[in-house]
């Protein structure tokens, strides 16, 4: 690991730890860089915000969570596809509720960002089924709405917002 990278790693390293303990906006990137022994410029080489470390941060954990599921899928059609992944990411959503709301917050109208992820997932729905991409985008709206809506709601759980998906999943007669 080169020492850019090594830098990079102290920053998020002690950026996760004080937005875990202080919370997102209760910790500013003075704290980061002096929980990181990094100079608070040094901060801004490596991200040009606060909310990118916390997507960079998200991005790893999300990529790793991905990887996870798709190893245990079984699931033969889109919205059963749906429903598989969406345990595993309305779990990890909702153990990490404030960040969430934060960076769904910052990222919403950034559809240019979000575009090449949701695409690379929107086949993985389709992928080996008789859905086409119009019955993909359906899907990945119910998944988004109950997502916001669960994100939205102190008493949500992984098991509620399943239920909910499920509800919404089977309306739509999508195999």
Known sequence: ????????????????????????????????????????????????????????????ELTDILSTAESLDTSTTATDRMYHYARFLYAFYLAKKEFSRELFKEIMWQQNELEP?????????????????TDADIIIDLYFMTLMDGLNHADSSVDSMLATLKIKLAKININ
């Open 1 to 60: 690991m080169t020492k850019k990278e090594q830098t990079k790693q102290q920053i998020l390293t002690a950026s996760w730890q004080l937005f875990s303990e202080r919370g997102y906006h209760q910790t500013s990137t003075r704290d980061i860089a002096k929980a990181a022994n990094v100079a608070n410029g040094t901060i801004f080489s490596h991200f040009a915000t606060k909310v990118a470390i916390l997507k960079y941060s998200f991005e790893n």
């Open 117 to 133: 992820q949701l695409n690379a997932f929107k086949k993985r729905l389709i992928n080996d089924n008789d859905a086409t991409p």
